[in-house]
């Protein structure tokens, strides 16, 4: 967001097609970017860090970090994620940008990314993906508190 002029410019000078991928969930957000600083550091992966896994065994194994959520501030998280969201889609109006939700694209995988290739002006094609889903339960079972 600090140059976000600037990357505004560019991508409307280089024709660049910005999707932005959103999660409605705030909480599970959240929680997904604790999960992954943490794993940032320590590496839980054979000393790798890892954000998408494409094993049922890594996945687990990530899973298994619950962040502690500081409940006290965490309405005031949640405005100011929504806060950012609004703020980089004013920003980034002028550039040409669709905007796909997380839990759209699980629930509607072949319609969605129909959309998507239609958007970036592809044939549309039966996409599959290897990646596993990391947190598959409720998010109360994957935060500490």
């Known amino acids: 967001m600090e140059h976000h002029v600037e990357i505004c410019q560019y991508f409307t000078h280089r024709h660049v097609s910005v999707i932005f991928l959103l999660r409605r969930d705030l909480l599970r957000r959240m929680v997904s970017v604790l999960a992954n600083s943490y794993d940032r550091y320590a590496k839980l992966l054979n000393g790798n860090h890892k954000s998408h896994v494409h094993s049922p ?4 194994t ?10 006290s501030s965490l309405v005031n998280d ?8 609004a703020k980089v889609l004013t920003c980034y109006n002028s550039a040409g940008h669709i905007v796909l939700y997380y839990q759209d694209l699980m629930k509607k995988w072949g319609l969605k990314l129909n959309e998507v290739q239609e958007y970036l002006d592809l044939p549309t094609k039966d ?4 990646q596993i889903k990391i947190r598959s339960v409720p998010s109360s079972d994957h935060i500490k508190n």
């Not at 949640?78 to 969201?85: G, I, N």
């Not at 996409?127 to 290897?130: A, D, I, R, W």
């Open 57 to 60: 065994q890594k996945a687990a």
């Open 62 to 71: 990530l899973s298994r970090y619950k962040p502690t959520i500081n409940s």
């Open 78 to 85: 949640f405005k100011e994620m929504e806060l950012h969201f």
């Open 127 to 130: 996409l599959t993906s290897c």
